[in-house]
């Protein structure tokens, strides 16, 4: 498939021609969309096309409409269900992948609590932590990490028995089961994944480290013997 000012075509090598498969758009990056047959071509000035690869016919997706209308130069996979747009001018925007919703992720004028240091962004990249990289025209990279939830202080609270037993951790584990264990200079703390209640054992042991024994259990090593 090879994009040009007048559309994309598909090639066939052995026969050494071209067919259109899409309207006189021009074309500036693309996407294949394994998951459901769908490539996505970003044009100059026409907005986000979607065909189905297996008759080529253009998918229309109402939500796409709403995206500016300036040069898309990048589309990449954000995770299972998203993508990301990086458009000449507007920052990057997201999209799901069944186009049922689209919406603005990042730009430079902060109108999404997330500024970027330009807004003309002619590559997005995701690694395999997830963190999106995206390079403009005059802003150089900036990196995104996206958070699944907002940070946590875990920490002791006087007379809370539903807390860490103390702020001084030397040590912690997660169990077969999703329990999280903390190792402290007054004992052992333990926090249920399901319920979120705190258990607490070796009252006033100094706990250094943690170890996940055969039987599921955890070994505690204590400042004196384990």
């Known amino acids: 498939i090879m994009g040009t000012d007048h559309g994309a075509f598909v090639c066939h090598a052995k026969s050494r021609t071209m067919k259109a ?34 008759n080529w016919k253009e998918i229309i997706l109402p939500a796409l409409a709403d995206l500016p209308r300036l040069p898309v130069r990048s589309i990449e996979q954000m995770n299972a269900s998203t993508l990301l747009f990086g458009f000449d001018g507007a920052g990057v925007y997201a999209s799901l992948r069944n186009g049922k919703a689209a919406w603005l992720l990042f730009n430079a004028e902060d109108e999404t609590n997330n500024a970027l240091h330009g ?90 480290t943690l170890c996940p024994s055969r039987d599921g259990g955890v070994l505690v090593g204590m400042q004196f013997y384990l």
Request: charged content about 15%; overall charge negative; hydrophobic content about 35%.
């Open 119 to 208: 807004n003309g962004i002619y590559c997005i990249r995701t690694d395999s932590f997830g963190d999106i990289w995206m390079g403009s025209y005059s802003g150089g990279i900036d990196m995104a990490i996206p958070t699944g939830h907002l940070m946590e202080i875990v920490q002791h609270e006087y007379l809370n028995e539903q807390s860490l037993v103390n702020s001084c951790v030397n040590c912690v584990l997660e169990d077969n089961a999703g329990n999280v264990w903390y190792a402290t200079d007054r004992g052992v703390s333990v926090q249920n994944k399901e319920t979120g209640e705190w258990h607490h054992s070796l009252y006033n042991k100094v706990a250094l």
């Open 21 to 54: 498969i899409t309207g006189p758009i021009s074309v500036l990056t693309s996407f294949f969309d394994n998951q459901n047959r769908y490539m996505w071509f970003g044009s100059f000035h026409d907005g986000i096309k979607v065909y189905d690869t297996r």
